[in-house]
C-alpha cells in the first residue's frame, strides 16, 4: 500500500481553512501491505490485542486495536514512539477565503481537491456535524459523523466489527448492503454499524460567542451549532437573577441585564441531544459602560476597533491604554477609544489565552477613559486581551517514504516548521488528512483524528499536527479480493493525501 503524503500547511484566521500545496515536489510516506487471510475477530478480542507485529503473506492475523480508540473513547491518543527521519521539504501557504451572511454558519469540507464552503443557518439542528449544507439541509456529513434524521450524529463503527463475508460497516455502506439482524461476533450490523442506526454515538460539541455587553443592552446568543431540542441549566446558573434566560427548545441566550454598574455572570447549560447523550458548556456574560467587540481582539494589518459607549458619546474623552506587557504596536485615538495597529514590525510581549494562541505577540490591556455624568467627571475602563497572530507559513513532514506492512507502525511523522519563521509564529492547532484510494473507500474521522480505509484504521493525525501510519491487521481482508500484478508479487494499495490544518482566530 502507498500513501502519498502531501505536506500542507493551514495557518487561517477567523476560524479560516487553509491548505498549502507543491505537488511537483511533495513528501510522501510509502505503505506496503502484504495480502493474506485473516481469522474471524469479535469485537471485544479486537479491542484487548493492543500488539503489532511484521507480517509476511504466511503470517496470521493477531487482533490490533485502532489506535488504542475502543469503542468512543474519543481523543485517547498513543504518544509518538519515535521521531521520523526528515529531509528538507517545505510548502507555501494558500489561504481559503469564505464568508457566509449574519445568523449563518460557515461550513468546511475538505478533499484531496482543495476546500469547499458553504453556509447553514445558524439556528438549524442541521450545521452540527455537517460538512456541506445546500438547498436548506445537510447535504453531507462532516467525517466522523453519520445522517440520522435531517442531521448528523457523532457516531463510530464498533471497532474490528465485520460480518460473515468479511466485510466491515463501511463496506456495507458503500455496497448498498442491506441493514440485517444476522449476528456476527454476537453483534449484527444493525448493532455494530452506525449507518445502520447502530455504533456508538457521542455528544456534539457547542459554544456561544464571547460576549461583553453595554449596560442596558438586550443580549442575544444563540449555541454554535445547534445540537438540540432541550437545554438545560445547572442550578448555581445566575441568568434569571440578572434578568437574563434561555430557551429550552433552541437554546439562545436573551434578556437585559438588570443594574447600573458592570456585573460578570456565568452559567453552565447542558443541551441533551438524546436520552444520555448530552454536553455541557459554561458561558459567561459581562457588561460595562465601555465595552469592545470581543474580551480578546486579534490584530492584523488594517484591524480597527471601536468601543460600544454609554450615551452620549460625547461624555467620553482621554482615552488612554496600559497594557503587560508592553505592547509598543498599539495605538489608542485618545478622543474616541478606537484601537489599531501601528508599526506591525515592532514586536511586543507574549501571551497565552486557553492554549489556543501560546506564545503570540500580545499582552492584557486595561482602556482607560473619563465619563462625564452631572459635570463630574467619573473613571472607567474596560479590559482586554490583545494579540497579533503569526500563523506559519511553511510547514513540511520532512520525509518522502516509508514502508510498513499490514500491523506495522512506523516512526511517527513529525510537522515541521520552515526554519525561517519567526519565534513566536501560530502553528495550526487542528489537523485533517484527506486521502484518495487506488481500492476501497476512504473517511477522515475529525473526531477521533482516524482515517479508514473501507473501515479499517490505517493512520492518526494527533492534535500537534504529527501523524501516525498504523495499518491495522485487519485490513488484510481488502487483498483477499485483489489479484497481484505478478506472480508472488506484493499487493498495494494507494493512498494519495493532503494534510489540512486549521489555526483559530
Known amino acids: 500500500m502507498k500513501i502519498g503524503l502531501l505536506s500542507q ?9 487553509c491548505d498549502a500545496r507543491d505537488y511537483g515536489d511533495s513528501d510522501a510516506a510509502l505503505l506496503q501491505l502484504r495480502g493474506f487471510r485473516p481469522r474471524q475477530v469479535a469485537p471485544e478480542q479486537y479491542a484487548e490485542s493492543p ?41 507555501t501557504a494558500f489561504t481559503a477565503q469564505a464568508t457566509c451572511p449574519v445568523n449563518q454558519l460557515l461550513l468546511w469540507d475538505v478533499s484531496t481537491q482543495g476546500i469547499a464552503s458553504s453556509c447553514c443557518p445558524e439556528s438549524s439542528l442541521s450545521c452540527a456535524g455537517c460538512g456541506q449544507f445546500a438547498e436548506g439541509k445537510c447535504v453531507k456529513c462532516a467525517g466522523g459523523y453519520t445522517m440520522r434524521g435531517s442531521g448528523c450524529q457523532s457516531c463510530v463503527d464498533t471497532a474490528g466489527w465485520l460480518d460473515d463475508n468479511g466485510m466491515s460497516c463501511m463496506q456495507l455502506q458503500q455496497a448498498g448492503e442491506a441493514c440485517s439482524e444476522q449476528k456476527v461476533g454476537g453483534l449484527s450490523s444493525k448493532e455494530a454499524c452506525c449507518h445502520c442506526d447502530g455504533g456508538h454515538t457521542s455528544a456534539t460539541s457547542f459554544a456561544y460567542e464571547d460576549s461583553q455587553v453595554l449596560i442596558g443592552k438586550t443580549v442575544s446568543l444563540k449555541p454554535q451549532p ?33 443594574g447600573t454598574e458592570p456585573l460578570n455572570v456565568g452559567c453552565e447549560i447542558t443541551a441533551v441531544q438524546t436520552p444520555g447523550i448530552s454536553f455541557t458548556t459554561t458561558v459567561r456574560i459581562s457588561t460595562g459602560h465601555m465595552v469592545y467587540p470581543s474580551t480578546a481582539l486579534l490584530f492584523s494589518s488594517g484591524s480597527v476597533f471601536e468601543p460600544e459607549l454609554l450615551a452620549p458619546a460625547s461624555n467620553w474623552q482621554q482615552f488612554a491604554v496600559n497594557c503587560a506587557p508592553t505592547i509598543p504596536w498599539l495605538k489608542i485615538d485618545a478622543a474616541t477609544g478606537v484601537l489599531r495597529m501601528d508599526t506591525p514590525n515592532v514586536r511586543g510581549g507574549v501571551v497565552d489565552v486557553d492554549d489556543t494562541y501560546s506564545g503570540q505577540d500580545g499582552g492584557v490591556c486595561v482602556v482607560r477613559a473619563k465619563r462625564i455624568t452631572g459635570g463630574v467627571a467619573r473613571d472607567e475602563h474596560a479590559q482586554v486581551v490583545v494579540i497579533r497572530p503569526k500563523p506559519w507559513s511553511a510547514l513540511s513532514y520532512g520525509t518522502r517514504q516509508i514502508p510498513v506492512s499490514v500491523g506495522d507502525q512506523v516512526p511517527v511523522l513529525q510537522v515541521q516548521a520552515a526554519a525561517d519563521l519567526p519565534v513566536g509564529s501560530l502553528k495550526p492547532s487542528t489537523f485533517s488528512v484527506a486521502c484518495d484510494a487506488s481500492h476501497g473507500g476512504y473517511v477522515f474521522d475529525e473526531v477521533l ?13 494527533y492534535p500537534d499536527g504529527s501523524i501516525s501510519i498504523a495499518p491495522a491487521q485487519s485490513l488484510a481482508v481488502l487483498f483477499d479480493v485483489m489479484q497481484p500484478p505478478n506472480s508472488g508479487s506484493r499487493m498495494e494499495i494507494s493512498l494519495s493525501c493532503v494534510v489540512y490544518g486549521r489555526v483559530s482566530g
Open 9 to 17: 500547511l493551514f495557518s487561517c484566521a477567523a476560524e479560516e481553512l
Open 51 to 91: 500488539q503489532l507485529s511484521t507480517l509476511d503473506e504466511t503470517t496470521e492475523a493477531t487482533p490490533v486495536a485502532p489506535s488504542d480508540l475502543f469503542e468512543k473513547c474519543r481523543g485517547q491518543h498513543r504518544p509518538a514512539m519515535t521521531q521520523a527521519q526528515t529531509n528538507s521539504s517545505s510548502s
Open 226 to 258: 445547534r445540537t438540540a431540542t432541550r437545554y438545560e441549566v445547572n442550578e448555581d446558573c445566575e441568568f434569571a437573577k440578572f434578568g437574563l434566560t434561555v430557551d429550552g427548545q433552541t437554546g439562545e441566550i436573551s434578556g437585559t441585564p438588570t
Open 449 to 461: 483524528g482516524v482515517g479508514w480505509l473501507s473501515g479499517h484504521p490505517v493512520l492518526e493525525a
